[in-house]
């Protein structure tokens, strides 16, 4: 049987290094909460069946908005954990007891956090993985010279880049793989959930991403997530 394309999206976190009282999901970014981007990226692509979206239990923002557009397609979880792994975990187990979710069937993990991810990117990941007996990830090859700093912020020494990449979201496992991996409990802290699957031994396949595909996490990222925003949906960026 061919294998279906699930998607979830882990969006119980607080936001901390935002530094502001809404959850970082939620603030406006081209006149939308961040997490409609995400959203209308994997509820529009076609190959994917549902798009899970994890909340925090104690969520006030979510109902405050009209997600209609994406019609039964979205399916809201309300079962966030304490970290980004648990999450992911709760949110894998409360899916397949809404919907039918085969062992093999692919599983896209995506940051509400990560509202650039263009259809070319998806269709990417999807195509390079699909036949893969591991699953991988989009990430893209470190371009900066990397320090390493001494206790008072000096330089201790220079590290090579070489072979080095940044992890992105989307992260493609197929379903069983990857709540055996994020089950172990040396898996809850992960960041990521390629890293679980290589506490199994295994190594996920990195496919090649580009840096618009950029995770929010201070103040100073929203102004460039409008810019590249407003270059994918043309004229002033705005949603309508
Ligand atoms: N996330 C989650 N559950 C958590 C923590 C994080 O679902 N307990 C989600 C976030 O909502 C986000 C994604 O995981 O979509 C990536 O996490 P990150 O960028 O670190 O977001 P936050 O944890 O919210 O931010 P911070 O680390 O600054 O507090
Ligand atoms: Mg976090």
Request: with cysteine; proline share 5%.
């Amino acid at each position: 049987m061919m294998s279906k394309y699930f998607a979830l999206i882990p969006a119980a976190g607080s936001g901390s290094r935002m530094e502001n009282n809404l959850p970082k999901q939620y603030l406006p970014i081209a006149g939308r909460p961040m997490i409609y981007h995400a959203l209308k990226a994997l509820c529009h692509f076609p190959k994917i069946a549902s798009v899970f979206v994890v909340l925090a239990p104690h969520d006030s923002e979510w109902l405050k908005h009209d997600w209609s557009e994406f019609s039964d397609k979205l399916i809201m979880l309300n079962c966030g954990g304490t970290t980004r792994s648990m999450s992911i975990l709760n949110g894998l187990k409360a899916a397949s007891e809404k919907l039918l979710i085969g062992d093999n069937d692919w599983v896209l993990v995506h940051d509400a956090a990560r509202p650039c991810l263009s259809e070319t990117l998806l269709e990417k990941i999807v195509d390079e993985l699909t036949n893969d007996a591991v699953g991988g990830l989009l990430a893209v090859p470190l371009a900066d010279t990397l320090k390493r700093s001494n206790v008072s912020s000096r330089v201790e020494r220079t590290e090579s880049r070489k072979d080095l990449w940044q992890a992105q979201t989307p992260q493609m496992f197929r379903y069983k793989l990857l709540v055996d991996a994020l089950s172990r409990p040396s898996s809850m802290t992960m960041t990521d959930d390629a890293s679980a699957i290589e506490g199994l031994g295994l190594h996920p396949k990195l496919v090649l991403s580009d840096t618009r595909n950029l995770k929010i996490t201070y103040p100073q990222d929203i102004v460039l997530a409008e810019l590249i925003l407003r270059t994918q949906l043309g004229g002033d960026g705005e949603c309508s």
